[in-house]
């Protein structure tokens, strides 16, 4: 089995920052590509950031400048740094990471459960 559990959510004001953490654990023997999505209330879920293994990245237009994805390899783990927050921020936020993962071995994408941004003053 595999897990992805994000953390770092929370209430934030406009203009204020958040960063959100997403490890994976279980039996991963490697990460590959890693993304953060959101979906707010209404509204279909869509891509903020996406990172390679290489460490290149890719972001929503509205989000560049503002948000910086990063991952650490070596802790199956990829991050979201988010400043100058905007109240159309306000979603919850998922993470997903392509995994090859041992017995069985196989290569997947697997979700996180997903934690709340709220930018609101």
């Known amino acids: 089995q595999v897990q992805l559990m994000e953390s770092g959510g929370g209430l934030v004001q406009p203009g204020g920052s958040l960063k959100l953490s997403c490890v994976a654990s279980?039996?991963?023997?490697?990460?590959?590509?890693m993304a953060w999505y959101r979906q707010a209330a209404r509204k279909e879920r869509e891509l903020v950031a996406t990172?390679?293994?290489?460490?290149?990245?890719n972001y929503l237009d509205s989000v560049k400048g503002r948000f910086t994805i990063s991952r650490d390899n070596a802790k199956n783990s990829v991050y979201l740094q988010m400043n100058r927050l905007e109240p159309d921020d306000t979603a919850v936020y998922y993470c997903?990471?392509?995994?090859?993962?041992?017995?069985?071995?196989?290569?997947?994408?697997?979700w996180g459960q997903g934690t709340q941004v709220t930018v609101s003053s």
């Open positions: 997903k990471a392509n995994i090859l993962a041992r017995d069985p071995w196989a290569r997947n994408d697997y």
């Open positions: 990172i390679a293994y290489g460490g290149s990245t």
């Open positions: 279980g039996r991963v023997v490697s990460t590959y590509d």
